[in-house]
């Protein structure tokens, strides 16, 4: 059974920087397309980063240039580094996974809400005081 296990998160000032982790366990497939969302209290789930497993990622315009998606295959672990992080940053973080041939479409698919997902994480709070 495929789990998805985060940790990371926290509290942090404004210009901070933070790095989230999601573990994966249970999977064998080799195309995958994972990623990450955020919610923030009152407003809706949006799509921040993404990954496929050829390489090709995709990130939301407002934290473009700031978070970086990566995957360490060795350990199957996503991770999300957030650098200059800002008070509108604030959220609870969620990894999402879809095991499956999807393509290079597939970051941005996931990144605009529109791929769905199977595989979600138990979700980790980062908040960003200014």
């Known amino acids: 059974q495929v789990q998805l296990v985060q940790s990371g998160g926290g509290s942090v000032q404004a210009g901070g920087s933070l790095r989230l982790s999601c573990a994966a366990s249970g999977y064998s497939y080799s195309s995958y397309c994972m990623g990450w969302f955020r919610q923030a209290p009152g407003k809706e789930r949006e799509g921040v980063a993404a990954?496929?497993?050829?390489?090709?990622?995709n990130y939301a315009h407002s934290v473009k240039g700031r978070f970086t998606i990566s995957k360490d295959n060795a350990k199957n672990t996503l991770y999300l580094q957030m650098n200059s992080l800002k008070p509108e940053d604030t959220a609870m973080y969620y990894c999402?996974?879809?095991?499956?041939?999807?393509?290079?479409?597939?970051?941005?698919?996931?990144?605009?809400?529109?791929?769905?997902?199977?595989?979600w994480g138990q979700g980790t709070q980062v908040t960003v005081s200014s």
């Open positions: 990954i496929y497993s050829d390489g090709f990622t």
């Open positions: 999402a996974a879809e095991f499956r041939a999807i393509g290079p479409s597939g970051p941005a698919l996931l990144v605009s809400g529109l791929l769905p997902l199977d595989y």
